[in-house]
């Protein structure tokens, strides 16, 4: 059995959850490790260095030199995620770690890349593709995120040097610009409109409706370009215009529109680019050549005005598509890509899904994952960049062919896909049958897509395409855990080329945790500066050394500034140092299926508390245990004694309930209930209750209580070493530390782990749970808590104890009591508790709390009060509270109150008014108690 996750930022902490568990409830399974090369990511964090270092871009020092230091930059940093990990606990095969640019790795991507090819799947073209100018690179189109404009807005560009127009440099969007082309040999001008005014320069038709009656003279007419003169042909398409918006007349720029592209190919229409690959207009777009797309759509405009062509504008609702990657906004171009056609593997992905081959958990995302795979297009596996795998295709051509580019599709049919550069000889020797002396060969520059490699990750960490023992061993893998976020990224990707490639599902479950925001709900990004290091969390992080490591980055000054804001809003005081397991623990609290995770610090430093108790309760409990010896067989020894009080049973019965409520949480991936449930054990059944219970019993070393106290330390022992086994999936650190500590290690036989890892996890024992003695406890806790209000009710100090009497109903309840009298003893804090006393040897003074219809706690209270004192206390109280009380009641009686005041305040009001008199009454009741009393004892 073989696991596999993914991990970003904060993330690894859920990612470990599910490793440790997996690795406890079943035999230990092979976890490998690894990273991927995030081509477009590390490119670019490595080109700003370089950039702020040096003042160089990569093409200043050259494709081999650039290379050389990202990998001095994957060196130094590139083990960052595994020290996360290594420090969070993760338990994963180490040995077995790799990298998606690893020799082993890479080989697997050049065979799937020549496989998909010889099965007919890859294939290079020119399409019409999403492309960051930021990137210089083309991106698929799950890489691009949307955001909508409901009008007229002003956005920041971070590849323009600003608009002068604009105070902050920003430029306009979501507006319809309306402009006129003037038709050849006439007088007649046709208006059309666009969002997108600098697409104009390679406008190749203007588009009507063969049924318009406006533009039925203009058919097989043109119009002409008022910058470069071109004739534009007017043409007739139904299935783009629609006559009722606007002129009914369309602008087509076929180069740099997905309809329009549409329409170029059904029109047979001239395609012309007018962007360079940074986003700056080319030569098609003289006169503006040069200028940055943007800079170019105002100079535009102002040129149609002196041209007497411009229009207007208005505003527009529009979506503009942005570059996950770099926030740059996108643009359509056309661009030779190398593509593969996915439709066979979507199938049989979404059958997999369908037939319960394969599990997606929460099994809500299913939704998501039929909507993409059944509509899916064929995935544009070629990147721009330099970081990354270098497409194994070569163009061949014979020395002397200098008319044969590869930029022509012409001859798209010299391109050569090989295992390595002597395969690549061979095929082209055979293609363009001559000699290899009079071949050329030139390698393709762009590199795979970083999915490309992250979706083999399941097989190529086991050796594949090789048949190795580890490949045959653990391949296929059982379970996928990573985040919803990457759902169609890498999830998809790696079920449809594992089928592809070897046929079987990579693995059979997926399970999609929730992402970690910031406190505010932000997603954790570099570009706004609130990642946080899982480090910085476990060992501390000063505030001053947040806001230097923001400056040592690589963000704009601009951004800079609005993260220091934001970390010294967040972080006034730094991070205070939390552990590895309390920020595991904290997030485990936080985990709710299909749920982002907004992280606050705070509830994170209050889980180092609990490890704080955990640590405290356990060695205080082992002073209990220090003379105690277990044996291999405790618990069986135990249980079958004979010598277990209620509260022995009690505890057992609850330590099962939580082993059968954690094993459930677990194999239904729900961490969160895990993790109360673990909580609650430790917080209310070992420490407030049974570590209490047995104080008396251990410390009596008399020879009569001899068996008792054995039962007791024998269930302290069973508990506290049971229960932090039920821990440690969940904190592996102090775990392991306390489960050394305890007494008899390495004396219980040649089965004893040296190590809490090796351990088996704790399963339930069904015949070990008592309901009796459950509800039993569950009797006797009400009634210690009944005793613990009167005592606070009547401020009795805690070294005061006091004589109680309890009124209990016959059956269960009374028997409870009276078999647990002790214990109530014992935690209410009683010199003498009395069950079902005579009327005539109860008190006058007393206490009286009713916690249900069966049962009455009453407290002695005779000579244990100042009554005057307390008297004094209620009526200072009293006064405090019925001041604001009256000076609202004025206010709410004044007049003008009910006509000028709003309907949400006067509720407010009221219903202050009412928590003050409620008060007012509570103290009074409890002032003429005390006078009662007083009464009472004087008499």
């Known amino acids: 059995m073989s696991l596999l996750f993914a991990t970003r930022h904060l993330n690894p902490l859920l990612l470990a959850y599910t490793n440790f568990t997996h690795c406890h409830l079943h035999p230990p399974p092979t976890i490998p490790s690894g990273t991927d090369h995030a081509g477009i990511a590390t490119q670019s964090v490595v080109e700003k260095m370089i950039m702020k270092q040096t003042n160089q871009t990569r093409h200043d020092l050259g494709r081999d030199t650039f290379i050389s230091k990202v990998w001095e930059w994957k060196a130094e940093y590139g083990s960052r995620i595994t020290t996360q990990l290594r420090r969070l606990g993760s338990s994963v095969d180490w040995g077995r770690e790799r990298f998606t640019m690893d020799d082993m790795c890479s080989k697997a991507v050049i065979e799937a890349f020549n496989r998909f090819h010889e099965a007919g799947l890859l294939y290079r073209a020119e399409r019409l593709g999403n492309w960051s100018c930021a990137l210089k690179s083309a991106i698929s189109d799950i890489e691009v995120d949307y955001i909508d404009l409901e009008g007229r807005t002003f956005l920041e560009v971070k590849t323009h040097k600003g608009n002068p127009n604009d105070a902050k440099g920003r430029y306009e969007f979501g507006v319809l610009t309306s402009f006129a082309y003037p038709v050849e040999d006439s007088e007649e001008k046709l208006i059309v409109a666009t969002t997108r005014l600098e697409t104009m320069l390679g406008d190749t038709a203007v588009a009507i409706h063969p049924e318009d009656a406006r533009y039925k003279h203009l058919h097989g007419k043109f119009v002409i370009h008022p910058f470069n003169g071109r004739r534009i042909p007017i043409v007739c398409d139904a299935e783009l215009v629609d006559m009722t918006f606007g002129t009914g007349a369309v602008k087509i720029t076929p180069a740099h529109d997905p309809n329009d592209y549409e329409c170029g190919k059904r029109h047979n229409l001239e395609f012309i680019t007018i962007l360079t690959p940074d986003g700056a207009i080319n030569h098609n777009g003289a006169p503006f050549e040069g200028m940055m797309r943007y800079d170019a759509r105002i100079a535009v405009e102002e040129a149609l005005k002196e041209k007497g062509l411009y229009v207007g504008k208005e505003p527009n609702k529009m979506r503009l598509g942005l570059c996950s990657r770099s926030g740059d906004i996108l643009e359509p171009m056309i661009t030779p890509q190398w593509y593969v056609n996915c439709d066979g593997m979507a199938k ?137 976020d990457i759902l169609f990224f890498w999830v998809a990707r790696m079920v449809m080329m594992g089928l592809q490639l070897t046929d079987v599902l990579p693995f059979h479950t997926v399970y999609l945790h929730a992402m970690v925001r910031d406190k505010d709900g932000r997603k954790m990004s570099k570009s706004l500066g609130n990642v946080i290091d899982p480090l910085e969390v476990i060992d501390g992080c000063t505030l001053q050394t947040l806001l230097e490591k923001l400056d040592a980055g690589n963000l704009p000054p601009k951004e800079v500034a609005r993260a220091k804001k934001d970390q010294e809003a967040d972080f006034p005081d730094g991070i205070p140092e939390c552990g590895s397991d309390a920020l595991r623990f904290g997030l485990l609290a936080y985990t709710v299926q299909g749920r982002d995770v907004n992280l606050d610090m705070k509830r994170v430093v209050g889980y180092r508390l609990f490890c704080n108790k955990l640590w405290n309760a356990t060695r205080f409990a082992l002073q209990f245990v220090s003379d105690f010896q277990p044996t291999a067989n405790i618990l069986e020894e135990l249980m079958s004694s004979g010598k277990m009080a209620i509260r022995d049973k009690f505890m057992i019965s609850r330590l099962m309930a939580c082993c059968e409520t954690v094993n459930d949480c677990f194999s239904n991936y729900k961490f969160g209930d895990a993790q109360m449930a673990a909580y609650s054990y430790w917080m209310n059944d070992v420490c407030d209750v049974f570590l209490e219970l047995i104080k008396p019993v251990v410390y009596d070393k008399s020879d009569e209580n001899t068996e008792n106290r054995w039962a007791a330390q024998a269930t302290l022992w069973v508990a506290i070493e049971t229960g932090l086994r039920i821990l440690h999936p969940m904190m592996p650190f102090v775990t392991e530390e306390l489960w050394q500590r305890l007494p008899g290690r390495g004396t219980l036989g040649d089965s004893e782990p040296q190590t809490i890892m090796l351990a088996h996890y704790p399963q339930c024992n069904a015949n070990f749970r008592n309901l009796e003695a459950e509800e039993s406890m569950e009797i006797t806790m009400k009634i210690v808590r009944a005793c613990r209000s009167l005592r606070q009710q009547y401020n009795i100090a805690n070294k005061v104890l006091t004589h109680f009497f309890v009124k209990v109903a016959s059956g269960s309840p009374e028997a409870a009591a009276s078999t647990q009298t002790d214990d109530i003893k014992t935690l209410g804090r009683a010199s003498v508790v009395d069950i079902n006393p005579d009327e005539d040897s109860l008190t006058k003074s007393v206490g009286i709390v009713v916690v249900d219809e069966s049962t009455t706690v009453l407290m002695d209270i005779k000579g244990l009060v100042d009554y005057s004192a307390e008297i004094k206390k209620l009526e200072k109280q009293l006064s405090k509270t019925t001041a604001p009380m009256e000076q609202l009641e004025a206010k709410m009686a004044a007049p003008g109150y009910e006509d000028n005041v709003s309907e949400e305040v006067k509720a407010t009001n009221i219903e202050r008014l009412d928590g003050l008199k409620k008060k007012a009454a509570d103290i009074q009741e409890a002032i003429a108690n005390f006078k009662n009393l007083a009464e009472l004892e004087s008499s």
């Open 348 to 484: 049989r992905a979404t059958d997999a899904v369908r037939n319960g081959e394969l599990k997606i958990i929460p099994n809500e995302h299913e939704k998501t994952w039929f909507q993409w795979l059944d509509n899916i297009r064929d995935w544009c596996v070629s990147r721009q960049l330099w970081w990354g795998h270098q497409i194994p295709a070569y163009f061949a051509t014979k020395k002397g062919e200098e008319e044969i580019l590869k930029t022509d599709m012409s001859n798209n049919d010299r391109w050569v896909v090989a295992r390595s550069e002597e395969d690549a000889y061979e095929k082209a020797e055979k293609l363009l049958g001559c000699p290899r002396d009079e071949i050329t060969l030139e390698r393709d520059e762009d590199v795979l897509d970083t999915w490309f490699s992250s979706g083999l990750f399941p097989f190529s960490v086991m050796g594949w395409p090789d048949n190795t023992d580890d490949f045959k061993a653990f391949y296929p893998t059982s379970l996928l855990e990573t985040g919803l």
